[in-house]
């Protein structure tokens, strides 16, 4: 660790009133008033001069506003309004939108690492005929699409509908992937004709994701702190690569794995300094 980063996580640590069970950008209750931009990477960055996705729109609602985590890039933003029109009119359905980022990015204390920089959505595969109340949207009721221990699609639940939300979300330029359960990202492959497959290799296997998708859009144009990943493998991601998820006779998978110890990243220098602020 450098110099000035060991100081400024030492001036971070006593600055910043760390409570048990939150992180220091918990605290940030309002955006910062810098210019806009994602700063570092998906899992360690922050957000500066976020915009508030309002908690409803066409096509659209947000849940569990009470945890501050509707935060968002401008574009993000115009993104998830733009993806709720198109779905609505297509489909008929309502998008649960779920985490994005919080007021000026970095860790939330529970759920996933990523969400740091504004340019992660969190969208639920429970799609609404009808709006939810405001009480169903402070304690939404998720649904599954998946039957987790079998490593089976559930059928009864899966839709055709779920099959064009995704694929709409990931042929739009802005996005660089979308996270799905394997066993959706199976189904996506088995529906998808021959001739038009090269959204599916943005659709990225992941555990969880099988009431919600996570979609991951790209660095903004001009915002050169902000860390892109590298673009996924060539081709539909289907074969080979998609069979390595299922999980072997030998595989217990209703068993947790043992989780490794994180190492704690050093937040990039222009997010200490928001931090500090
Ligand atoms: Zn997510």
Redesign the pocket.
């Known amino acids: 660790m450098k110099k000035w980063q060991e100081l400024s996580l030492g001036l971070l640590l006593a600055i910043v009133p760390v409570t048990v069970n939150s992180t220091p950008w918990e605290a940030k209750q309002i955006p910062s008033s810098h210019p806009t931009e994602s700063i570092g990477s998906y899992a360690n960055g922050c957000l500066a001069g976020a915009k508030a996705l309002p908690l409803e729109g066409e096509g659209y609602q947000v849940i569990r506003s009470q945890r501050e985590r509707y935060y968002a890039h401008p574009d993000t933003v115009s993104f998830i309004q733009h993806l709720a029109q198109q779905t609505y009119q297509d489909l008929g359905s309502i998008l649960l939108i779920g985490?994005l980022s919080l007021p000026q990015g970095g860790r939330f204390s529970s759920g996933?690492s990523?969400?740091q920089t504004g340019l992660?959505i969190?969208v639920w595969l429970r799609l609404a005929k009808e709006p939810l109340s405001a009480q169903e949207l402070a304690k939404p009721k998720a649904m599954s699409v998946v039957h987790v221990k079998e490593f089976e699609l559930n059928r009864k639940r899966w839709s055709e509908e779920h099959f064009q939300l995704v694929k709409l979300a990931a042929q739009n330029e802005q996005v660089a992937r979308i996270f799905v359960h394997p066993v959706i990202k199976n189904q996506l492959c088995e529906s998808e004709q021959v001739d038009s497959r090269e959204w599916l290799r943005k659709v990225r296997p992941w555990w969880g994701h099988h009431s919600h998708i996570?979609v991951r859009l790209n660095c903004p144009i001009g915002d050169s702190s902000c860390q892109a990943q590298a673009e996924p493998p060539k081709g539909d991601g289907c074969g080979h690569e998609l069979a390595s998820w299922w999980p072997k006779p030998e595989d217990k998978i209703d068993v947790a794995q043992p989780v490794k110890k994180k190492k704690v990243k050093v937040p990039p220098s222009q997010c200490l300094a928001m931090l500090n602020e």
């Open positions: 985490d996933h990523s969400h992660d969190d996570h």
